[in-house]
């Protein structure tokens, strides 16, 4: 009997290994794209996050077990747009073979027109693209079609797991237009640690100032701080918000020299932990709506 059972043991075992085995080896640059990658992957994707939950992928640093971990992979998912500035030397590094999916392809990318003191420039992309749920939704078919490329036999659950997260999208984005048409135009207006919601700006009828540019990498000078809180005062702005990957000094010194409200904490390049409040994309827009309509309404 114990010989019958320890048999029956090790052909479960195997059969577990092989099903855990036959899952696809996937990467994405950052919690986002890999919340999306899983949404239309399913139980057929293993995937793996370079910039984990909580991290700044404008200024991440890849580990030596990244270089181990893209060398694995079948398929790489990446924001683009100027985004993820260390991922070629990371590949190359790495010897990968894999293929890599720009997710923003087909995106009409914003450009940062404007430096801190409003001088006329254009050189940089706003990689924020997944701020616009219709950018998202570009995003997806993206994926879907790579995934089905990569692996033929799923592209049927593929295309319907799109399907119904396309589905979601629509709900999403019909419910914010519906709630910032709840905030009176005049109080559109609010203050971010860095210039991450361009596209939601455009798509949804809101003005976000910032002391920084689209990139954290770069700090805001007094000089920028100091014209901010002067536009808070004299345009009356009503609201600043933190975000989760920025130091929070900065936005509370200038909620403490201009009296405009302090917004609950925003999700801007990053998902929380799944302990958190935005552990998906879905949470994290409906998390930002929220705290959009709770401050300014």
Request: charged content about 20%; glycine content about 6%.
């Amino acid at each position: 009997m114990f010989k019958r059972f320890a048999l029956t043991l090790a052909l479960i075992c195997a059969s577990t290994y092989g099903q855990a085995q036959s899952k696809m080896e996937t990467i994405a640059s950052m919690s986002i794209i890999a919340d999306f990658v899983r949404q239309i992957g399913g139980e057929r994707v293993n995937v793996t996050t370079l910039v984990a939950a909580g991290g700044d992928a404008h200024t991440f640093q890849p580990a030596p077990q990244d270089a181990r971990r893209v060398a694995q992979a079948k398929l790489v998912f990446i924001n683009g747009l100027g985004l993820e500035g260390w991922l070629p030397r990371l590949v190359q590094s790495s010897g990968s073979k894999a293929r890599i999916i720009t997710v923003s392809q087909g995106v009409q990318a914003i450009r940062d027109t404007s430096d801190a003191d409003g001088h006329s420039h254009a050189h940089d992309l706003d990689p924020h693209a997944w701020q616009n749920v219709a950018n998202a939704k570009i995003y997806i078919r993206n994926i879907a079609q790579a995934l089905s490329a990569a692996d033929a036999e799923g592209a049927p659950t593929y295309a319907a797991r799109a399907d119904a997260y396309l589905a979601e999208l629509d709900r999403l984005d019909a419910d914010i237009r519906a709630g910032l048409a709840t905030i009176p135009p005049e109080r559109r207006r609010i203050i971010t640690s860095h210039d991450a919601f361009g596209y939601f700006a455009k798509a949804y009828g809101m003005n976000f100032i910032a002391p920084q540019g689209v990139s954290t990498e770069a700090e805001a000078s007094s000089r920028d701080v100091a014209r901010i809180i002067r536009q808070i005062r004299a345009e009356k702005i009503p609201a600043v918000f933190l975000e989760n990957i920025s130091d929070p000094r900065l936005m509370v010194q200038i909620a403490r020299e201009t009296g405009a409200k302090m917004g609950a904490p925003l999700f801007s390049d990053s998902l929380s932990p799944e302990s958190g409040p935005a552990p998906t994309y879905l949470a994290m827009m409906r998390n930002n709506l929220k705290a959009f309509l709770d401050a300014l309404r």
